[in-house]
């Protein structure tokens, strides 16, 4: 007689997630996870790492993103359908697991919609800490979308910017965010055209979210020591910068390069074309940022060792809460599979 | 000020699909899948394949296993430890999720330990029933484990199977299928070899979980006319029979070549040693068994496609069924995302 025990998977579901964060506070959260993504990216070569594995179709992309430090496992199941806003859908959704690589077993499942937010935000500040002007105070935000009131959280509170500059094609989406961050007590000015926004920035973000080649910045728009933060560039198709901005800027930085050269801004570029890896910044082996006056460029496209950061930092942060999923059996001989099905009259009269 | 609501997602813990295989009857479940298998290897060239994305580990491995036909997607999840059973674990647990490809929405999370057992059984019995000769009336079960209930109940239910031989390394494995064999009213002999259990039988499954390179069955144990069902070996390393079966036989039958080659007892063979997909037999293009005195080999070691099948039986045979969990957020606007999180304190000192 089966007591149809399961295995106690905790599962953090969005409404958890968004209690979490409201709770500990956004900024404090991306401060956590930077420290997450500190720690993982200098330890960069002990992972175990591959492209995230895409199918296409013509609406849109599902993907997973799977990756590993030998002691745990983590995957991310994401997708981007632009068309979904259409339908009052969300055009981004996103969920993942962490496991334990000894057992197999998995430690947590969470929605990773607000946590992708809050690590690509943290990932942008934390890359420029190391790839902007020290000096840096204003930040221009091309893109008022979902993710760019986490974008400014992060700038605020890793390199304490204050100034924020904004543009959006749809004034609404400025008019949200701008709402938002005063909630926030920040205060920010709205552009009507990018070349305004962008004057006079150290650093700027582009985050939109229109899948197709487009070139939000031009080579005028850019300012000797400018950091370009480019986010919104993330996958075939989808690019955000001219490519003469990648041709003359002075260097380009990616995450992990056999993914971005096809899905970041370099997918514009020769497969030669000279780009090195963020996580030997980290760990002081490439020395970033050269010259004040150098335009450098974060061609980010989201790697899942990010995913893995912050499930780690939920791990951490969340201990012991949590809903149960009994979604595994748990089995009194392993070998007795058969054994796990309760006694039924189908069950008997099956054969 | 958000409500915090969320998309629904129908998920079926273990305990769930435990009730549904009682309830329906596992033999029932096993012919609904088959069906489905029938359906889909039918119009396999439709389907967007690749070899599964697999860590790797000392203690075993950690697979992803994604598939879509550009309607539905569905990914499992998968793992393979064999030393967990010392500490009292599950050597295999399984969970997936199948997902809508045109909005990229997940349309239910499944656990899969169950569903994996109940869909390698549909699919040797499907296999067999197009490779095996149609007067096959006994079947050698060597490997007595977790899954050996299913694969008897598959054969009984598809081919009419009534005679079982069955031997395990280990006889409580072996007295522990007996009694759940006579409790489905299925009789059958205990062997205490492999050669004695094989010897006179049609069919030969061989299902061990040793992660190794064994000989299971040798060339000594073949008989003309046999079908061997090859369902244990299905990782690099781990093998069931002797390279010299594959080489004398007739014929090989895989699933999905580019994996079976790594993983199935193809690994023993030179890259080019001729082997046929038998979705090719399914659709008529290729003859299958050609004589009554050959040998087949259907050389199984589990493809996304048939996780696929699974779930979209468990969609069709459960719909509206499934609890319900908010794992996804639902937003009023979908670029709003920051308004998701719920009013509170650490929000507004955020800054």
Request: hydrophobic share 45%; charged share 20%.
């Given at each position: 007689?089966?007591?149809?025990?399961?295995?106690?998977?905790?599962?953090?579901?969005?409404?958890?997630?968004?209690?979490?964060?409201?709770?500990?506070?956004?900024?404090?959260?991306?401060?956590?996870?930077?420290?997450?993504?500190?720690?993982?990216?200098?330890?960069?070569?002990?992972?175990?790492?591959?492209?995230r594995?895409?199918?296409?179709?013509?609406?849109?992309?599902?993907?997973?993103?799977?990756?590993?430090?030998?002691?745990?496992?983590?995957?991310?199941?994401?997708?981007?359908?632009?068309?979904?806003?259409?339908?009052?859908?969300?055009?981004?959704?996103?969920?993942?697991?962490?496991?334990?690589?000894?057992?197999?077993l998995?430690?947590?499942?969470?929605?990773?919609?607000?946590?992708?937010?809050?690590?690509?935000?943290?990932m942008?500040?934390?890359?420029?800490?190391?790839l902007?002007?020290?000096?840096?105070?204003?930040?221009?935000?091309?893109?008022?979308?979902?993710?760019?009131?986490?974008?400014?959280?992060?700038?605020?509170?890793?390199?304490?910017?204050?100034e924020?500059?904004?543009?959006?094609?749809?004034?609404?989406?400025?008019?949200?965010?701008?709402?938002?961050l005063?909630?926030?007590?920040?205060?920010?000015?709205?552009?009507?055209?990018?070349?305004?926004?962008?004057?006079?920035?150290?650093?700027?973000?582009?985050?939109?979210?229109?899948?197709?080649?487009a070139t939000?910045?031009?080579?005028?728009?850019?300012?000797?020591g400018?950091?370009?933060?480019?986010?919104?560039?993330?996958?075939?198709?989808?690019?955000?910068?001219?490519?003469?901005i990648?041709?003359?800027?002075?260097?380009v930085?990616?995450?992990?390069?056999?993914?971005?050269?096809s899905?970041?801004?370099?997918?514009?570029?020769p497969?030669?074309?000279?780009?090195?890896?963020?996580?030997q910044?980290?760990?002081?082996?490439?020395?970033?940022?050269?010259?004040?006056?150098?335009?450098?460029?974060?061609?980010?496209?989201?790697?899942?060792?990010?995913?893995?950061?912050?499930?780690?930092?939920l791990?951490?942060?969340?201990?012991?809460?949590?809903?149960?999923?009994?979604?595994?059996?748990?089995?009194?001989?392993?070998?007795?599979?058969?054994?796990?099905?309760?006694?039924?009259?189908?069950?008997?009269?099956?054969?």
């Amino acid at each position: 007689m089966s007591s149809l025990a399961s295995l106690s998977l905790p599962v953090f579901p969005a409404a958890a997630i968004a209690r979490l964060i409201a709770a500990t506070g956004p900024s404090e959260c991306i401060a956590g996870i930077a420290r997450h993504l500190d720690t993982d990216f200098r330890r960069w070569p002990q992972f175990d790492k591959s492209p995230r594995a895409a199918c296409h179709s013509p609406e849109g992309v599902i993907e997973l993103m799977p990756v590993s430090d030998g002691v745990h496992y983590s995957f991310k199941y994401v997708n981007g359908h632009p068309k979904n806003q259409r339908h009052g859908l969300p055009t981004v959704l996103a969920f993942g697991v962490l496991a334990e690589v000894a057992t197999g077993l998995p430690c947590l499942l969470a929605e990773l919609t607000l946590l992708t937010a809050l690590r690509t935000a943290a990932m942008s500040a934390f890359a420029a800490q190391h790839l902007a002007r020290p000096d840096s105070r204003r930040l221009a935000l091309i893109g008022n979308g979902a993710q760019s009131e986490f974008q400014a959280l992060a700038f605020h509170r890793l390199l304490g910017i204050r100034e924020f500059h904004l543009h959006d094609s749809d004034p609404a989406a400025t008019a949200k965010l701008q709402r938002n961050l005063a909630r926030l007590g920040l205060s920010s000015r709205a552009f009507a055209s990018t070349a305004e926004a962008v004057r006079g920035c150290d650093i700027v973000t582009t985050i939109t979210a229109d899948k197709t080649n487009a070139t939000i910045l031009t080579p005028a728009m850019i300012e000797p020591g400018m950091h370009l933060n480019a986010v919104g560039g993330d996958c075939p198709g989808k690019t955000e910068l001219d490519a003469r901005i990648l041709a003359a800027c002075g260097q380009v930085f990616v995450e992990y390069a056999p993914q971005t050269r096809s899905e970041g801004e370099l997918q514009q570029m020769p497969a030669d074309f000279p780009a090195h890896e963020f996580w030997q910044v980290v760990n002081g082996s490439h020395p970033g940022r050269r010259t004040a006056e150098e335009v450098t460029i974060f061609d980010s496209v989201g790697f899942a060792l990010e995913d893995f950061s912050a499930l780690r930092w939920l791990q951490e942060t969340a201990a012991g809460q949590g809903e149960i999923l009994g979604l595994l059996p748990q089995l009194a001989d392993p070998r007795d599979l058969f054994g796990y099905l309760p006694p039924s009259a189908s069950l008997v009269r099956a054969a």
